[in-house]
């Protein structure tokens, strides 16, 4: 009962996933998607719920078949490799862990299949992959004699035990309290950290992907919208998906009049704003112009600074919610269109109160602009909170 | 997304869950209320007549219905019982033994089938399993001995292939009365594991084949482990009755494959009430204390 699972040659482990599409019957999960994932990478997928992440990570581990495309490992092909012959384990959204097994024997399981450890051997890793995870005094126990936060730990000791060249995590902490939640992401980090295997983690919290991965892909109805670091998503993003899911936007319609220097200038409720080339893209005519609500900073009308601030006049305060570090606005403008201002509570200022007339200025590099053929609302619903 | 839902129960085999369950201390007086009908029942239709059976055993065997049988304790029955028809019993054991062995071989294949790849044709295949169960067993069991007999197309057209010797006999040979058995008891094999193998999770399935195991290995790991109380419960309930079984051998079988069912009915017929009885007590002890060793060793003692 010896299998093997390497077989693989090839230099730097990365995944390459190229031109992958998953149909069930007419219905397309994963469409055309290409991505690159370098090797040691905390990857990120972040996505609304159906939108294809889990079929892309059964892919990956070979638990399902694309209907097209290739996946490549280090430059090896293994799109039909099946999935007991790929260095690539799973935690998997559910845990899946063997109800019949105590945890050691559920985390020596892909080992004592691989056979290439000795008895002994194989006490001590999963001696101390307990220990990693904390579990030692568990050992014994049944999988259904655990906590939810138990079991995903057990489940991510039973993977990471095998050391795959990838790691993919399906939102394994889906379950938890927000508390243990957090915890859990710093552990998930420091281990990733540690061992320097390639995780690719699953998400649909925004804010998880953004404080654990180093890239952090958005998906949309089976194709990526934007792949990136996370201040490059959250700073430019290139959809209205991306600015809505991954946090919140003001998107106010607008027009490229000219290019000045480094900056675009546009035409916003009939004043000037300007875009920083490098935040926006290279657009012209109808555009969105974006700026996220904690950039904006509320002034008196006409007071502060002058030059150097994008400044969108006319505003009239119509919400004020406290929210312990911060106060959040909604400013009512001449349009009729409300705009968010999110303001730190540092107590220089007395804070605005409903009615009071107000400016909305905020920098140019922190402005981006997106394509006016999209769907302002694209995402909206499905970024705020979970 | 609640996880925890997936969260597999205390089921496959795992008798060592402290499982605290939150009836346990309001059980009360309800429970010994719902346990009575039963309880009631138990005593009797099984205690009674067991206990009659016992005794009669132990009568002495000079007597007969006519002249009347007197309670002498005579512990002698067993031992002449067991000289006379200690090789039946070894027969019908392993009659029943391997009658057992092959359902499984055949139950388990199709139990898979029917819970994992059947799709909308379940229900229509659950009901071709249990459709026997519409005609009585023992027409069943002459329709075989039809299918079987000496002028029957099957034998002839056996007989006709090469190799065949033409005084193939099917009927009356043991094959024929362990085919019978087989037959007879296998939706009993069937049934339960089915309803093992329909609440197995795929999922753990696929997460062995993530961590390397081979389809094979991932069934003997994995589904086989799990489908453990189904294997459990469908081998007793296919064995206990065929090692009681007469009507197999009465049909399909001649005198040398005679079962103890053949001749516990043929004493009780012929009213040597001491012999039958004790025969029938050994029957059941021996069941009992095999089902009880077979159960231990294969670790799913919630099942009894
Ligand atoms: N076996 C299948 N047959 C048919 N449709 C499927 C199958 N598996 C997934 N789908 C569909 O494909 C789409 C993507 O599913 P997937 O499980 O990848 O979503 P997901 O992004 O992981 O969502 P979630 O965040 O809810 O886990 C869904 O609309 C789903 O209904
Ligand atoms: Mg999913």
């Not at chain 2, 209320?33 to 205690?47: E, N, S």
């Not at chain 2, 190799?163 to 043991?174: E, G, I, K």
């Amino acid at each position: 009962m010896v299998e093997q699972a390497g077989g693989l040659s090839g230099g730097g482990a990365d995944l390459q996933i190229q031109g992958v599409t998953k149909r069930f019957g007419d219905f397309v999960a994963v469409d055309d998607l290409h991505l690159q994932v370098p090797e040691g990478a905390f990857f990120a997928l972040l996505g609304a719920s159906g939108c294809g992440k889990t079929t892309t990570l059964r892919m990956v581990a070979g638990l399902e078949r694309p209907t097209a495309g290739r996946i490549l490992l280090g430059g090896d092909d293994i799109t039909d490799l099946k999935p007991y012959r790929r260095p690539v384990n799973t935690v998997f959204q559910s845990y899946a862990l063997f109800p019949h097994l105590s945890v050691e024997d559920n985390v020596a399981f892909g080992l004592r299949r691989q056979g290439k450890v000795s008895k002994g051997e194989l006490r001590t890793k999963v001696g101390e992959m307990l220990e990693l995870v904390e579990l030692q005094q568990y050992a014994a126990r049944r999988p259904a004699q655990l906590s939810g936060g138990q079991q995903q730990r057990v489940a991510l000791a039973r993977a990471l035990i095998n050391r795959p060249r990838v790691l993919l995590l399906d939102e394994p902490l889906g379950a938890l309290d927000l508390k243990l939640r957090r915890a859990m992401q710093l552990e998930l980090k420091r281990i990733q950290t540690d061992v320097g295997i390639t995780f690719i983690h699953v998400t649909h919290d925004q804010e998880e992907a953004m404080t654990m991965a180093d890239t952090i892909a958005v998906m949309n109805a089976g194709v990526i919208e934007q792949m990136g670091a996370p201040e490059e998503l959250y700073g430019h993003p290139r959809s209205t998906f991306v600015a809505n899911f991954l946090g919140q936007s003001n998107l106010i319609s607008g027009v490229v009049k000219s290019k000045q220097g480094d900056e675009f200038l546009t035409e916003v409720l009939g004043t000037t704003v300007r875009a920083s080339k490098v935040t926006s893209r290279d657009l012209e005519g109808d555009v969105w112009v974006g700026v996220r609500p904690e950039k904006v900073i509320l002034q008196r009308p006409g007071e502060g600074r002058q030059e150097e601030l994008n400044r969108l006049s006319g505003g009239r305060v119509s919400d004020v919610s406290f929210v312990g570090v911060s106060t959040q606005y909604l400013v009512r403008m001449a349009s009729g269109q409300e705009l968010m201002a999110f303001e730190q509570n540092t107590g220089e200022r007395r804070p605005f109160a409903v009615g009071d007339d107000v400016d909305l200025t905020w920098l140019a590099e922190h402005t981006f602009l997106l394509d006016a053929r999209q769907d302002v609302r694209a995402g909206a619903e499905l970024g705020d909170g979970e | 997304m609640s996880a925890l839902s997936h969260v597999p129960g205390p089921t496959g085999g795992t008798p060592d869950v402290q499982a605290t369950d939150p009836g346990t201390e309001r059980r009360g007086i309800t429970g010994y209320l719902l346990m009575l009908p039963g309880t009631v029942w138990l005593l009797l239709f099984f205690l009674v007549p067991l206990v009659t059976l016992v005794s009669s055993s132990l009568y002495d065997p000079s007597g007969s219905l006519a002249t009347g049988y007197s309670m002498t304790g005579h512990v002698q029955n067993y031992a002449d019982a067991l000289s006379e028809y200690g090789s039946t019993f070894v027969r019908s054991f392993l009659y029943a033994l391997t009658a057992t062995i092959a359902c499984l071989l055949l139950g388990f294949p199709l139990a898979y089938a029917i819970a994992l790849k059947a799709g909308r044709w379940r229900n229509l295949m659950l009901v071709a399993v249990i459709a026997p169960f519409f005609t009585s067993f023992l027409l069943r069991t002459l329709s075989w001995k039809l299918l079987l007999g000496d002028d029957s197309w099957v034998v002839n057209a056996l007989q006709a292939l090469p190799l065949v010797p033409d005084d193939l006999r099917l009927l009356a040979t043991p094959a024929a009365v362990i085919t019978g058995l087989t037959y007879n008891f296998l939706p009993f094999m069937v049934l339960p594991l089915y309803a093992s193998l329909e609440r197995l999770d795929v999922r753990l399935v696929e997460a062995a084949a993530d961590l390397y195991a081979s389809p094979f290995t991932a069934f003997r790991l994995v589904t086989v482990p799990l489908a453990m109380p189904g294997i459990v419960a469908g081998t007793l309930l296919t064995f206990i009755p065929a090692a009681g079984d007469f009507i197999n051998s009465e049909l399909l079988g001649n005198p040398r494959t005679r079962m103890i069912g053949n001749d516990i009915n043929d004493l009780f017929q012929a009213s040597v009430l001491p012999t039958a009885s004790a025969l029938s007590v050994m029957l059941m002890v021996a069941i009992v204390a095999l089902v009880a060793v077979y159960v231990r060793r294969s670790g799913t003692d919630e099942l009894v």
